[in-house]
C-alpha cells in the first residue's frame, strides 16, 4: 500500500536544526550564535544534525572570533575536536572515518586565520552526524554548506515508482490520484489478463475510456495509440489493444504536466493482477562521462608497477572533452584488466578507426581473445573500489561482437556487472548482491539476452531471459545482434527496498527489468565491469563506442 500511495507524488522536504538537506542537492546559509566555553572543554553549541547519506558535503564557518569545528559521528565519536578527535591537528589534514574520508582545516584555520575553518566528507555520509562549534569567546559565525547529492533522492532526474494492483473481474478499480503540476508523467500498466486503463478529469470528464455505448466513451478511446490536447496537457494513449497489440499492456503519458487533478481506474474483463510503472520528473540528469574514444585517447603502454595486468586508458577526448581514466562514484582508478593472459599472448586491446554505426568513420575500442589459458582468462574494463556505491547510475554504449557463438550449444558471453561489498563465491558465505548480463545459447543453439541478479554465481535471485518472457521482466523477444553495431542501456536506482529498479534495454528494447531490491543486506556497489569480454566461447572479439555515464536516466 506504500508504494501505492507514492502515485499521488507528493513532494516533502526535511529540515535538520540548523540544516536543511530538504533537497537533493544544495548549498545554503545561516548565522549560528557562539557562546563562550566558560572553561569547560565541552561546553560547545550545537550548530546542527547531518543525516546518513549526504553526497558531497561541505561545511564552512567562518567568524571574527576563535572558533573551532566539532564533528560527532555515530555513539558520539569524536570525528573533528580537539584534542581528542580522530582529527584534531592544526593544519589541513584527511582521516578516514567508517571508510569514508573526512577532511578537516584545522584549527589555525583557512590561510592561518583562526574561526575560518571548513570540513569536508569525500563520499557519503556513512552514518548521522552532529556539527558543533567551540567557542574561546561568545560571537556570532556564518555557517556556509553545499551538498550534491543525497542517497535515494532523484529531484534533479526522473522518478520511478511500482506496485501491483489486484483487478477484479467486470468492475471498475481505482489506481490512484494524479495531482496538477506534475511533469512528464508516464503510467503502464501490464498484466497477462485484459484490462483497460480509464482516465478522468477534475470535473469527471471521460478523457481515456473505451465503453459500447457511444455516449460512455471517453475522449479517446479507440483501439490503437492516439493522442488529445485537453486543459492544456498532451494527453497519450496506448489504445486499448495495448503496446504492440498485447492486450492488457497499455499506457498514458501526459506533457509537460497536468494542469489539473487527474484520476486512474483500470477497468478488468478478467479477474488478476497488473503491475503498475508509473515516472515522472524533468528527466534532467547529468552527465558524469562521454567519450567515443577520439583523438586524444589511447591504450598506455607503459605499465603501472605491481598492476602489470592492468592497461590504462588515458588522455582528453577531443570531441566530449572528458578525461580518462573513468572517474566516479568516488572510485580510486578504473582500467583494463587482463586476466589469465597466457604471458601477454590470450588478449588484446586497441583503439581503431573503423565504420560506425551510421557508416562514417569512427574511433573505437577494440578488444580480443585468441584462445584460453584457463576458464578465467578475461578482459574487462574495471572502476574500482566505489564509495559512493549507494548511486543511481545510467550506462550507454554501442557494441559489435562476433558470431561464433552462434549455433553452439550451452554457451554463454558476460557482456557488464557490478558487484557489490561481500560478494563471494558459491559456499564462501558472502552477503554481497551481483547484476550481471550475458548472451546465452541453450542445448538447441538458440541464443537469447539473460539478465539476472544473484546472491553468487550459483543463486540467482531473480533471471530475465528473452526466451522465456515473463510479465515480471516485462521483456520482449529481440533477437541477438552480431557483427553490427547496437545500442546497449542500463539504469539502475540503488535500493534495499522495494523502490529498487533495474532496466537492460537493446536498442532501446528492453530485455530484462526487475523491481524491488537491487543489492542484498544494505551492502553499497563496490566496482563495476563496464564492459567485458568473457565466456566459454574461444576466440572471440568485440568493439565498443559512444560510451555515456548518468546518475540518472537520460534527458528525453
Not at 499506457?251 to 510503472?277: H, N, R, S, W
Request: charged share 20%.
Amino acid at each position: 500500500m506504500k508504494n501505492k500511495i507514492l502515485l499521488t507524488i507528493l513532494a516533502t522536504s526535511t529540515i535538520w536544526a540548523g540544516f536543511d538537506f530538504g533537497g537533493c542537492s544544495g548549498s545554503k546559509t545561516f548565522e549560528q550564535q557562539i557562546e563562550a566555553y566558560g572553561n569547560n572543554t565541552e561546553n560547545a553549541v550545537e550548530v546542527g544534525s547531518i543525516p546518513a547519506g549526504i553526497k558531497g558535503l561541505q561545511v564552512t564557518l567562518e567568524s571574527n572570533k576563535d572558533v573551532d569545528i566539532r564533528l560527532y559521528g555515530e555513539k558520539n565519536d569524536k570525528i573533528v575536536h580537539w584534542p581528542s578527535g580522530i582529527l584534531n591537528q592544526s593544519n589541513e589534514k584527511t582521516a578516514i572515518y567508517k571508510g569514508i574520508g573526512v577532511t578537516y582545516s584545522g584549527y589555525n584555520g583557512t590561510n592561518g586565520q583562526k574561526g575560518h575553518e571548513f570540513i569536508r566528507v569525500n563520499g557519503t555520509t556513512p552514518t548521522a552526524m552532529i556539527m558543533k562549534a567551540f567557542g574561546y569567546k561568545a560571537g556570532y559565525a556564518t555557517v556556509n554548506y553545499s551538498w550534491t547529492g543525497k542517497e535515494g533522492c532523484t529531484d534533479a532526474g526522473k522518478k520511478i515508482g511500482h506496485f501491483t494492483q489486484n483487478i477484479p473481474k467486470n468492475a471498475t478499480t481505482l489506481v490512484g490520484k494524479i495531482p496538477e503540476n506534475i511533469e512528464n508523467l508516464e503510467v503502464n500498466l501490464t498484466s497477462d489478463k485484459d484490462i483497460d486503463i480509464q482516465l478522468y478529469g477534475e470535473d469527471g470528464t471521460a478523457i481515456v475510456k473505451w465503453a459500447t455505448n457511444p455516449s460512455d466513451k471517453g475522449l479517446l478511446s479507440g483501439s490503437s495509440k492516439a493522442a488529445i490536447d485537453y486543459h492544456g496537457m498532451h494527453i497519450e494513449w496506448s489504445g486499448y489493444k495495448g503496446v504492440n497489440g498485447q492486450s492488457g499492456h497499455e499506457y498514458i503519458k501526459v506533457t509537460p504536466k497536468t494542469t489539473e487533478k487527474l484520476t486512474m481506474k483500470v477497468f478488468g474483463y478478467q479477474a488478476g493482477t497488473a503491475d503498475v510503472t508509473y515516472s515522472w520528473g524533468g528527466n534532467q540528469s547529468n552527465i558524469l562521462f562521454k567519450s567515443g574514444f577520439e583523438d586524444g585517447v589511447y591504450i598506455d603502454p607503459v605499465l603501472v608497477e605491481y598492476n602489470e595486468d592492468y592497461d590504462y586508458i588515458r588522455g582528453v577526448d577531443n570531441q566530449t572533452g572528458f578525461s580518462w581514466p573513468i572517474d566516479i562514484l568516488g572510485s580510486s582508478e578504473s582500467a583494463l584488466h587482463r586476466v589469465a593472459d597466457d604471458n601477454n599472448t590470450a588478449l588484446k586491446s586497441e583503439i581503431q578507426t573503423v565504420e560506425g554505426y551510421n557508416g562514417q568513420p569512427t574511433k573505437a575500442m577494440y578488444n580480443e581473445e585468441t584462445h584460453r589459458e584457463n576458464g578465467d582468462t578475461q578482459l574487462t574494463y574495471e572502476i574500482l573500489n566505489i564509495t559512493e556505491g549507494k548511486s543511481d547510475l545510467y550506462v550507454r554504449y554501442r557494441m559489435k561482437i562476433d558470431s561464433n557463438m552462434l549455433g553452439t550449444i550451452n554457451k554463454w558471453r558476460a557482456l557488464f556487472e557490478y558487484k557489490t561489498k561481500d560478494y563471494k563465491d558459491p559456499g564462501e558465505g558472502g552477503t554481497g548482491f551481483r547484476l550481471i548480463s550475458f548472451i546465452y545459447t541453450d542445448n538447441q543453439g538458440r541464443a537469447s539476452w539473460h539478465f539476472q541478479g544473484d546472491k553468487d554465481s550459483s543463486n540467482p535471485i531473480w533471471e530475465c531471459d528473452t526466451l522465456a518472457l515473463t510479465p515480471e521482466c516485462h521483456n520482449e523477444f529481440v533477437p541477438v545482434i552480431t557483427d553490427e553495431w547496437f545500442l546497449t542501456e542500463y539504469y539502475w536506482h540503488w535500493s534495499n527496498g522495494s523502490d529498487g529498479y533495474v532496466v537492460w534495454k537493446i536498442n532501446g528494447k528492453i530485455v530484462g527489468e526487475h523491481h524491488g531490491p537491487t543489492t542484498r543486506n544494505n551492502n553499497a556497489i563496490d566496482f563495476i565491469l563496464l564492459t567485458q569480454l568473457y565466456g566459454n566461447v574461444t576466440p572471440k572479439h568485440q568493439w565498443i563506442d559512444d560510451l555515456e555515464i548518468r546518475d540518472g536516466l537520460p534527458n528525453k
